[in-house]
């Protein structure tokens, strides 16, 4: 039923005006237009009143600036739980977050690391309850955390953003699996059509088994993504799947045995992300039989970027996820739940293929960072 009291006119300008996440926050109509939901005219006409109304100020071509911010508002608490484990991908994620927060100034962090502990998710879930927080933001590895401490923010009535990995009832944030497979098996395929005419003779992706079967469709979509490219008897080729837990350690060590009993096998790697596709390459390398594999990574993180540099390399690409980027859109999408706007249930991060062609132009400031690459 309408209100007769409302004046939509006035709920549209503040609704614009909320938009504005900190102060000096420079955007671009296109910008508020997304984060509104209002239409490009109606947007274009309240720029320019408020403009007029000395509310918002024009700093650019198409540049908008709100000039004052509502008195008295109180910060929201969040909550961050982190996986703790020192890799330069969640480093990044962690420090993009910050970021994110000192720069909405509407935010108070709590961050806890979890360091891929099940007991110790639980008490840090338990811990977040008590501390009040608004929301939580969980990057989840292990599926089976993420359901307990799912359901506890359930019962507190806490609202959860899950990256990366799915959490019951949570909205998530990050990559869009099976998609990004895809991109990374066709590429793969085509390689080896290329370097060995087609002729594979095993694929073997590494999976990270706890995460569970939503994250293990990168996997699906890259065999899929595979066999498309190679075309004809692709879907004789045996696939074999091998746990690496995600990390260099493990990975390396389960291809290394797997090297020792299959022998010399032309072989298409896949992995659940770049820790694990580097600890095979690893192995591959120890035994002195790097010409008899093709790798193909996940997330572009920094030290895949790295290895993508080196002369000759066996990884053939990584699928980035731009962590660096990630924390500006988890706290966006952070305060459009708290501020109850509409939030759709996932939020998909844009995937690009990282190669050694083009790794200097979509990362050109990789020298900068405090890596040398070793020849």
């Given amino acids: 039923m309408r209100d007769p009291y409302l004046i939509k006119s006035v709920t549209h300008a503040a609704r614009l005006m909320a938009a504005f996440q900190s102060s000096g926050e420079v955007l671009s109509q296109h910008e508020l237009v997304k984060r509104t939901q209002l239409s490009r005219g109606i947007v274009f006409r309240l720029l320019y009143t408020l403009q007029r109304e000395g509310a918002i100020e024009k700093v650019g071509a198409d540049q908008y600036r709100l000039l004052y911010r509502r008195a008295g508002r109180k910060k929201w608490k969040i909550g961050y739980g982190s996986p703790g484990v020192d890799t330069l991908f969640i480093r990044q994620v962690t420090e993009s977050i910050r970021a994110a927060v000192e720069a909405s100034e509407e935010i108070e962090l709590l961050m806890l690391d979890h360091r891929y502990k099940t007991d110790l998710s639980v008490r840090h879930a338990e811990q977040f309850i008590r501390e009040r927080v608004d929301l939580v933001i969980e990057y989840q590895i292990d599926e089976h955390a993420g359901a307990l401490t799912g359901e506890k923010y359930r019962a507190a009535n806490i609202p959860v953003i899950a990256i990366n990995n799915p959490i019951p009832g949570a909205t998530y944030f990050g990559g869009n699996n099976y998609a990004a497979g895809l991109i990374g098996g066709r590429y793969l395929g085509r390689w080896a059509r290329r370097e060995w005419q087609g002729e594979v003779d095993e694929i073997v992706m590494l999976e990270l088994a706890r995460a569970g079967t939503v994250p293990k469709s ?158």
């Avoid at 030290?303 to 390399?313: D, F, H, S, W």
Wanted: glycine share 10%.
């Fill in 218 to 375: 990168r996997l699906t979509g890259m065999v899929a993504g595979i066999r498309e490219a190679l075309g004809n008897g692709a879907d004789r080729v045996p696939v074999t799947y091998l746990d690496g837990d995600g990390q260099l350690e493990p990975s390396w060590r389960v291809v290394r045995k797997h090297i020792k009993a299959n022998g010399s096998r032309r072989t298409l790697i896949g992995a659940m992300n770049d820790n694990s596709a580097l600890g095979a390459l690893r192995a591959y390398a120890e035994a002195g039989k790097q010409d008899l594999c093709g790798l193909m990574g996940l997330g572009g993180a920094p030290e895949a970027r790295r290895e993508l540099r080196r002369p000759k390399t066996r990884l053939i690409g990584s699928v980035a996820y731009f962590p660096e980027k990630y924390g500006e859109g988890v706290i966006r999408l952070a305060l459009n739940i708290l501020e109850r706007r509409f939030v759709p249930p996932a939020v998909f991060i844009e995937h690009r293929l990282l190669t050694p062609r083009n790794v200097d132009y979509i990362y050109p400031n990789d020298a900068l960072m405090c890596f040398p690459v070793e020849p």
